[in-house]
């Protein structure tokens, strides 16, 4: 399979936090780590992410390949080309731990109003949190932002993107899977 510049990996979630992707939120998916193809290397990938320090560097031959899912943008060749080294900006950025505790926090006290307002539950869906941007991201944050810095909007502004955001974008044809 030939990568190009721009495509977006993604890993299965595991643990209490993939879990809640996939039984909580909406739409479904197995996702839950994001990150970016920067270029090619020899037959290896040089990879960009948003890891446990901020923006990482790394190669995708680190992930196992029966874990991955690969994503194409539908946008001009040269945006996605470019979305990458747009985020080599936020390379100082740390890793925004207070997101995650937005996030689970935020998810907690949405459920509750849900059952109280609709008086059944439902799946949270990405636009149901509060979300504002700060300096220092997450990995799904840290694809969205390099989109962001080319004019290609997966994620709506102000949704949180979630992989399940990512998810809707797939649905609504913005990007798709990498199969060749």
Not at 43 to 54: F, P, R, T, V
Not at 61 to 78: G, H, N, T
Not at 89 to 117: E, H, P, Q
Request: hydrophobic share 45%; with cysteine; proline share 4%.
């Amino acid at each position: 399979m030939v990568l190009q510049p721009g495509d977006i990996f993604a890993t299965r979630g595991k643990g209490i936090a993939g879990w809640a992707v996939r039984k909580l939120l909406a739409p479904y998916t197995d996702r839950f780590h994001f990150g970016i193809i920067w270029r090619q290397m020899g037959n290896d990938y040089i990879i960009l992410e948003s890891a446990s320090k901020g923006i990482a560097v790394g190669l995708l031959s680190w992930y196992d390949p029966a874990d991955l899912e690969l994503y194409r943008v539908d946008c001009f060749k040269y945006l996605r080309a470019f979305a990458p080294d747009h985020l080599v900006v936020w390379g100082r950025s740390k890793y925004d731990y207070l997101l995650i505790l937005k996030i689970a926090i935020g998810g907690l006290l949405t459920f509750i109003k849900v059952l109280i307002k609709e008086k059944k539950f439902r799946r949270l869906r990405a636009e149901d949190f509060p979300y504002g941007q700060n300096s220092s991201l997450i990995c799904t944050e840290a694809v969205d932002v390099a989109y962001d810095a080319v004019g290609v909007n997966l994620i709506p502004e102000g949704i949180l993107p979630l992989p399940n955001a990512f998810k809707q974008a797939e649905i609504d044809g913005k990007m798709r899977k990498v199969t060749e």
